[in-house]
Each structure stands twice: as structure tokens, then as C-alpha cells.
């Protein structure tokens, strides 16, 4: 289960995180119809609801209006979020450990929604719940995300009733190792926080359930290998699978159950209802690994719900300019097919980038796609180029071409090349509503 957090429908915000602990039913009395919240938990050491539990009210001096500081000066509840988060932030392995052994020995049933090795998926969930509660103040995207989280947790067995023992386990460990920012007023901005998250998942696993299975089926039809390391897979799903150009989702082979990795789809959605996808083996990926080693025609893979927003608008008349580093041209390539569907003259200029030659496994199908389409230009760019071809890696190619002003900017491959990329196209006038990448793994550039 990963996470992060926006408004209910009632809204969020200092006073709905100051009333989330004392609904009626408990904590996270919100969720589902017979679902029971977690029991407060006290402070680890002293047993108090937090480390500086106030004395009782009646007991506490009424301050007088001239001793009352500023309203402005009273933290908002996303503030008391980020205190928390920057108090833990040099502990985060220790906190997040402690959040799985209090989840797994309170409920030790969970254990087995979750991979053997929890190497990658024990980061990814903490943070993510982490990430989720501290942009509050973002809601649309993160509304989006969550609908998005609460639809693809489906794949995982996650039902209503596990999200209050998430929610127990998340409060237990930061009260646990914030003792310098923790208190009845960041308690319940952190419970309020995690009360939204978990129903607008709840949710949007509700509605999803009614329209599409929690995950497909789906037989590799053809397995062919385009480098040592780097593999086309192509499977038929067992029913229909409706995505976008440039979206991903996630895969898990027989070879190593509940350990899911997301994959772009290399095409456009195609007649015959395939689905492609370009996987380099890397080193300890064992899903990666799988699929390039292992996999072979005749094997079941299973397939989570399609996601991602690097889709293109057809309503504009922009320029594309689509930026591939490695196996990250699978979904540019996607791109060019569906502008080519749609039928539109659009100019489609991409930079595929790679550190060496073999690198570019899939230059003569780019190449094959720019004879057939005279809008379609595409620039090879290697890191350390011979002479002739660009090099230097994708930024700077990026920079000796041009003007990109009216162009709307795709960008897929390795996060550092992403990084580097979007520096240089907000460098060079492009807005940062016009660049569109999906960071799979956690919310960077959220806010963009």
C-alpha cells in the first residue's frame, strides 16, 4: 500500500485534522461500513497520549489578549505534517522498520499481502504514506494520485478494513521517534491526514471494482531479445484492456509472487489487442530479470490496471517534443504512433539518449518511423558520442536545437536524466505546466 494525501469532500484543513481523532467510532471511523479504527495509541515510554500531553483545561491559565499570540503564528496542520517529517527524516530506516514490526506484530495476517523480500516494497509504502500526508495543500494532483493508489492496491488482496491497521501502525511509529514535534495538535493533523488518504483509496478501489478486474491475465505471445540485457515482451491479455499512449503498469511473473514493477507500454493501443513492452534486466531485478531470462512464449504473467498522465492532448496543435533515454523510448515510441493514428500533421521532434551505441536498440525503428512520417524527426544522443553524432547527453543536444516554445515536452528514461532534462527545459522557456513525466515510484515534482 503506498499513499499520499488531499481534501475529503468536506475539506481539509487545520480544523478538519483537529476533529479527526474525536469522531464518533474512534480514529479512521470514516472507512467502510463495519470497519473499526485502531486504539489510540499512547506515548511508547511514558504511556501518555503524546510526549508533552497537556495538563487538563480546566487547570491551564486562560491567557490574557494581550499574552495570545497572532492567529497567523499558530501552525497550520501541514506545517505540524513537515516538522514531523524533517524530525525523522535522518531516521527514516529506523521509523520505517518500526512501522512494519508494529503492523506485522499487531496483524500478523498483513504479512502475507506483502513480497517475501521487503527490500523495495518496505521503502516504498512508508514514504509514500509519508509523502501523501505532506502535501495537503496540493489537492488536485494528489486527489488524482490516490484514486489512482486506491485502483491499483486492488492488485495486492488490499481490502477496506487493512487500511486502519496501516493507519495505527503509522501513528505508533512517528510517535515513537518525534518526540521533539510530537503533541495532541500534530497527532491529529497526522490522523486527520491519514483519514482522507485511506477513503478517497477506499473509494476509488469501490467505484473500480464495479467497472474492471483487480488485475488481468496475460500470456506472452512473443519474447525477443534486442541487446544481452534488454528484451521486447509481448503478451495477450485474457480480456480487454483499455490504456493511453504512454502510459504503464505494473507486472508480476510467476517466478516471484506479489512483487509487482511498472512498465511502460511500448505502442499505441493496436487492433489486435497485444501489449509490448521493452525490459532491461538489472542487477538484483528480479521481476526484470525474469522477464529477459526466464520468461518464454506459453508463460502467464499478470498485469495491473493501466496508469500514468504522459498522454497527449489531441486538442492541441503543439509540437511534441519527446525526450528517450534508454528503454525509457518504449513510451515515446507509443507517442508517435498514436500522433500517427490520430492523423494530425503535428511536428514530433525526439531525442533518444543512451551512455553507448548498443544502447540505442531501437534506433532503426525510430528511424523506420521518421522515413514514414515527415513530421517525425529523430536525433540519436549518446553520452560519449563519436564524431558526427550528438553527444553530451540529452540536455545539451536539446539545447543546440529549436526553439521548443510552443512544443509540449515528453520526457521517460532514468530519473537522473529526467532531472537534468526538466532543468534544462524550464532553463530554456519551456513551462513547467508543458513538461510531463510520471515518476512512478513517489511524488517528485508534484507541484509541476
Known sequence: MEAPTTPSADGYGPGAAATAGGQDGGWFARGPKGAHGPRRPGHPETGRSAPEAARPAERQPTPTPAATPAAAAVPSATELLRRTMAEIEPIADRVTSYFYALLF????GL?????????????????ALLTAATHADDPVTLTTYLTHLGRGHRKYGTLPEHYPAVGEALIGALARHAPETWGPRTEAA????????SQIMIDAATEDELRAPAWWQAEVVAHVMRTKDVAVVTVRPDGPYPFLAGQYTALETPWWPRIWRHYSFASAPRSDGLLSFHVKAVPAGWVSNALVHRARTGDV?????PAGSMTVDHTSDNGLLCLGGGTGIAPIKALVEDVAQHGRRRSVDVFYGARQNQGLYDIDTM???????????????????PVGLLSGGIPEAVREFGPWHTHDAYLSGPPGMIRCSVDTLVGIGIPTH??????????VGATT
Do not use: C, N
Not at 105 to 108: A, F, I
Not at 301 to 305: D, E, W
Open 190 to 197: 497526522w490522523v486527520g491526514a491519514y483519514t482522507t488518504i
Open 301 to 305: 504473467i499478470r498485469l495491473g490496471p
Open 367 to 385: 528511424l523506420r518511423l521518421q522515413q514514414a512520417h515527415p513530421w517525425l524527426s529523430v536525433r540519436p544522443v549518446l553520452d560519449d558520442g
Open 111 to 127: 504479512r502475507d499481502l506483502f513480497p517475501a523480500a521487503m527490500d523495495t516494497q518496505r521503502d516504498r509504502l512508508f514514504k
Open 105 to 108: 506484530l499487531r496483524h500478523p
Open 434 to 443: 508543458r513538461i510531463r513525466h510520471d515518476s512512478i515510484e513517489e511524488l
